[in-house]
C-alpha cells in the first residue's frame, strides 16, 4: 500500500489527456465562434430572400445553429475537463455520440432513398434556375457549378425556360428569351476573354446542333457522375469528420473514468485517515 503522503499527492487524472481534451475542445470552441460571425455578418448582409426560396433552409441560418450547437457542446468540454466535472464531460460525450450516430444514419438513408435524394436535388437545381437572376450569389454559384461540371440545366439545357428571362414563349419580351447562361458555353481553352452573349437564342436550336455551342447535359446527371468516380475522396471527408468526433469521444470517457477512480480514491482516504496501519 502506498503511504499517506503519496496518497494525498496520487492522482488517477493524468494531466496529458486533460488538457489534450481541453486543447481539442479550445480549437472547435474557436471554430464555433467564426462559424456563428460568419453566419451573423451573412444573415445582416443578404436583401435577397426569394433567392433563398431555392434552399430548403437559408446557409447563413444554418451556419449560425451549427456554430451555436458547436459552441455549447466545446465549451461543456473545455470547462468539464478544466474543471474534472463529470456532468459536463458526460453531457459532451453523450452530444458527439448521437451526432456520430445521426450522421451514420443520414448516410445510409441517403444511400437507402438516393431516388428520392435525387428529386430532392432536382427540385432545388430547378428551384435555382427560377430565381437566377434574383441573387448575385446564387447566379455566381450556378455559373460556378455548370462550368466547372461541363453541364447546363438541371436534367437538360431547356430547363432554362423555366426562369423569366430566358423563357422561350413568344409572349416574353426579355433580350434573353430562349438564351441560357454564358457559363452553359463550351469555352475554348486559350480563350481569355469571355462572351458573356454566347448562350444567345440556343435553346431554339436542335439538340445535335446545341451540342457544337453549349453543353447541352444537365448538372444532376454530371454531379452523380462525379460522386461515382469521387467516393474515395468523400469517403475521406467522411472519415476526417468521424476522426475528431471519435477522438472526443474516446478522451473524454477516459477522463471521466479517471475522474471516478480519483473521487474513490479520496473517498477511501477520508475513510481511512485515522487508521494508522492503512
Not at 494525498?8 to 481541453?22: A, I, N
Not at 480549437?27 to 445582416?44: D, P, T
Not at 416574353?172 to 481569355?192: A, D, H
Request: proline share 3%; aromatic share 10%.
Amino acid at each position: 500500500m502506498l503511504r499517506r503522503g503519496n496518497d494525498d499527492d496520487f492522482s488517477y487524472v493524468s494531466p496529458v489527456v486533460k488538457y489534450l481534451l481541453f486543447l481539442f475542445n479550445f480549437i472547435f470552441w474557436i471554430i464555433a465562434l467564426v462559424m456563428v460571425s460568419i453566419g451573423v455578418y451573412a444573415r445582416m448582409m443578404k436583401h435577397a430572400e426569394a433567392a433563398l426560396a431555392c434552399l430548403s433552409v437559408d446557409p447563413a441560418v444554418m451556419l449560425m445553429v451549427v456554430g451555436i450547437l458547436m459552441f455549447i457542446i466545446t465549451f461543456c468540454g473545455c470547462v468539464g475537463s478544466l474543471r474534472e466535472n463529470i456532468c459536463l464531460l458526460q453531457t459532451f460525450c453523450v452530444c458527439l455520440t448521437v451526432i456520430f450516430i445521426l450522421q451514420l444514419v443520414a448516410g445510409v438513408l441517403g444511400f437507402v432513398f438516393a431516388d428520392k435524394a435525387r428529386n430532392k436535388v432536382t427540385e432545388m437545381i430547378n428551384k435555382a434556375i427560377v430565381h437566377y437572376r434574383e441573387d448575385i450569389d446564387l447566379q455566381n454559384l450556378i455559373d460556378f457549378g455548370q462550368k466547372e461540371f461541363g453541364c447546363c440545366g438541371g436534367v437538360t439545357f431547356t430547363d432554362w425556360s423555366q426562369n423569366m428571362y430566358f423563357d422561350c414563349k413568344q409572349s416574353n419580351p426579355s433580350r434573353e428569351r430562349c438564351s441560357v447562361p454564358f457559363s452553359c458555353c463550351i469555352m475554348p481553352p486559350n480563350k481569355v476573354v469571355i462572351n458573356t452573349m454566347c448562350g444567345q437564342g440556343m435553346q431554339e436550336l436542335e439538340y445535335t446542333k446545341a451540342v457544337e455551342f453549349i453543353h447541352t447535359n444537365g448538372c444532376i446527371d454530371k454531379l452523380v457522375d462525379w460522386i461515382h468516380s469521387n467516393l474515395f475522396l468523400l469517403g475521406g471527408i467522411a472519415l476526417g469528420l468521424a476522426i475528431p468526433q471519435l477522438v472526443g469521444i474516446l478522451l473524454s470517457q477516459i477522463l471521466i473514468n479517471q475522474i471516478k477512480d480519483q473521487i474513490e480514491l479520496q473517498n477511501y482516504n477520508l475513510k481511512h485517515r485515522s487508521d494508522p496501519w492503512r
